[in-house]
């Protein structure tokens, strides 16, 4: 069992950045992370992923280029630093981990969730 919470968001204006950051209770060298989004009245989607030892990194084309996925295996910490922003990357941000291996881009391959973080991008 892994308990994730999610700090860091806020307001920024376009153009701004802002690093996220996710706090594991458990070993998070077991789990595969990753940071998803949803918007209102959209679904939940993928942001970055990154494997366990943290050499192999994944991104949303909307994101890449912009946004670095970051991990502290010793500290059970993961982070999302997002500059460049866009009134788009305005959502609720969530931590995931999973136990599964491979890109990972969809809801089902993630087995833990945090609670969100809101980030809003003004325009």
Not at 10 to 16: C, F, P, R, T
Not at 89 to 112: I, R
Request: aromatic share 12%; glycine share 12%.
């Amino acid at each position: 069992q892994v308990h994730l919470v999610e700090s860091g968001g806020g307001l920024v204006q376009a153009g701004g950045s802002l690093r996220l950051s996710c706090a594991a209770s458990g070993r998070t060298l077991r789990y595969a992370m990753g940071w998803f989004r949803q918007s209102p009245g959209k679904e939940r989607e993928f942001v970055a992923r990154i494997n366990r030892s943290g050499d192999m990194r994944y991104y949303a084309d909307s994101v890449k280029g912009r946004f670095t996925i970051s991990r502290n295996n010793a500290e059970n910490m993961v982070y999302l630093q997002m500059n460049s922003l866009k009134p788009e990357d305005t959502a609720v941000y969530y931590c995931a981990a999973s136990k599964s291996y491979g890109v990972g881009t969809v809801f089902n391959d993630y087995d833990y969730w945090g609670q969100g973080t809101q980030v809003t991008v003004s325009s």
